[in-house]
């Protein structure tokens, strides 16, 4: 079935060009000159995306938002600014468009982004569908509607099913416990155990004993025999977390339980066979480790063939109003508060920052400032709180300026533009190679460029 695009513009011209390129793609495109109009035809229940310039006769796209959300749910909205009020594109993601751009922009990259708002949308029907036959996802679990956990939310779909065993690599905090029960959860598996194991957090000596048991008198102290851990997840699935700082004397033997799904016990000498998945999961990068001879490459190619990749958190900021929206809702559920929601200058705070520790440090912040708040309503002084109390999650290199007087606020803005001078400067100027080591697209580069008065030109060697 072809998807249908409400394009909302009134200029003529420009509405012409964008229903000629995506009528080109294979989309139905329907157009409105007012966003009065657009809200009436939106309200048919015949579009799929909905594409809105904010500068309009009449209504505003940003006061049409609102009133979109509720004559088309769940159906997303790609706002479009002139650059002098490219702010404005801010305050729409603030206030739930799925995306913004400032005119003019290229009409591939809008191609990109009009795909994959398309694709957020099937998997939402898809859910839909699986909710209204009586059945509720495991998917649901994972927060966020970004293109990049759209992309990790299919992946998960077709890999969950599969009999093979998984990757999952990731910084800290991005959710690879989660989506291993997600995986685990979805899978044929999902009846039998699924059991747990941190490698960093088990002694070296006890580690193979917990992974593959031990016979009694295998050492001292084992007075009984004992089923390892591989065994006790019989018909289910096993963790292998922080599988990076597995003992590189041990990863032989698991190398073995991976391919043969057979291990001898600490002291025996007959093969246990199991009938388990295991998925691996590591904040480390495993081909750096197996080049500095600490991971064994035969171990690692192994578990790399269904591999999940956990994009941070400041690559699908998008998703910060829902993720604000679930932990506020534990933090009144743990703490027997009240609170409705964040000003938009506290939302514009989470915004602004780098997010380090990702999801886990976002989560943190908001129960912290959910803590501090005295009202029914988190401002910017009780996200000031939050942070100031909190314990840095890394140690960058760098310090956040501390001029008397400077408002958090300001002083997020002043390390967001020494980070970008230094990476810049460190690049030679070259905004492609500075977006790629800040972690950001080329495109959200140039908009902190202008944002900060930054000229790249002047890091040019």
Not at 203 to 230: C, D, R, V, Y
Not at 299 to 305: A, C, E, K, P, S
Not at 399 to 424: C, D, F, R, V, W
Request: a negative charge; proline letters at 4%.
């Amino acid at each position: 079935m072809t998807e249908r695009i409400l394009v909302v513009d009134d200029d003529r011209a420009f509405q012409g060009m964008l229903v000629e390129a995506l009528t080109d793609k294979g989309y139905d495109v329907d157009t409105a000159s007012t966003a009065e109009e657009g809200i009436k035809k939106a309200g048919s229940g015949k579009f799929d995306l909905i594409v809105h310039d904010i500068k309009l006769p009449g209504m505003s796209g940003l006061d049409a938002l609102p009133h979109l959300a509720e004559a088309a749910p769940g159906v997303d909205v790609i706002v479009m600014t002139g650059y002098s009020s490219k702010d404005s594109g801010v305050v729409a993601m603030q206030r739930g468009a799925y995306d913004y751009f400032s005119k003019p922009f290229s009409l591939s990259e809008m191609e990109v982004v009009v795909r994959r708002a398309l694709e957020k949308r099937r998997l939402q029907v898809e859910l839909s569908e699986l909710k209204r036959q009586g059945g509720s996802s495991p998917l649901n679990t994972i927060i966020g509607q970004s293109a990049p956990m759209i992309a990790v939310k299919e992946r998960i779909a077709r890999v969950a099913g599969l009999n093979t065993d998984v990757l999952v690599m990731g910084e800290t905090g991005t959710g690879k416990e989660l989506v291993s029960d997600t995986i685990h959860a979805l899978s044929s598996r999902a009846k039998g155990p699924f059991i747990k194991i941190n490698c960093a957090a088990i002694p070296e000596n006890l580690i193979e004993s917990e992974l593959f048991g031990h016979e009694k008198g295998a050492f001292t102290g084992a007075t009984t025999m004992k089923q390892g851990k591989f065994e006790l997840a019989k018909g289910g699935s096993v963790m292998l977390d922080e599988i990076g700082d597995m003992p590189i004397h041990l990863q032989p033997k698991l190398l073995r339980a991976v391919e043969q799904k057979a291990a001898e016990r600490v002291g025996g000498a007959k093969p246990i066979q199991y009938d388990v998945r295991i998925i691996a999961a590591t904040n480390q990068e495993l081909e750096q480790r197996v080049e500095e001879g600490k991971f064994r490459s035969d171990l690692y190619y192994r578990l790399n063939v269904a591999t999940l990749i956990l994009p941070p958190l400041r690559e699908r900021i998008s998703d910060l109003p829902q993720l604000a929206e679930f932990f506020l809702e534990r933090a009144n559920r743990r703490l027997g508060t009240d609170i409705a929601g964040f000003s938009s200058d506290a939302m514009e705070i989470f915004f602004n920052y780098s997010w380090p520790g990702n999801v886990r440090q976002f989560a943190n912040a908001v129960e912290r400032a959910a803590i501090f708040c005295t009202s029914t309503m988190i401002t910017p002084a009780e996200v000031d709180q939050a942070f100031s109390n909190a314990q840095p999650v890394v140690d960058t290199g760098m310090h956040m300026p501390t001029g008397e007087g400077l408002s958090l606020k300001q002083a997020l803005m002043e390390y967001e533009k020494a980070l970008i001078q230094n990476a810049l400067r460190a690049c030679s100027g070259t905004q492609t190679e500075a977006a790629s080591s800040l972690g950001i697209s080329a495109k959200n580069l140039w908009n902190k460029l202008k944002k900060h008065s930054i000229d790249p030109v002047l890091f040019k060697n």
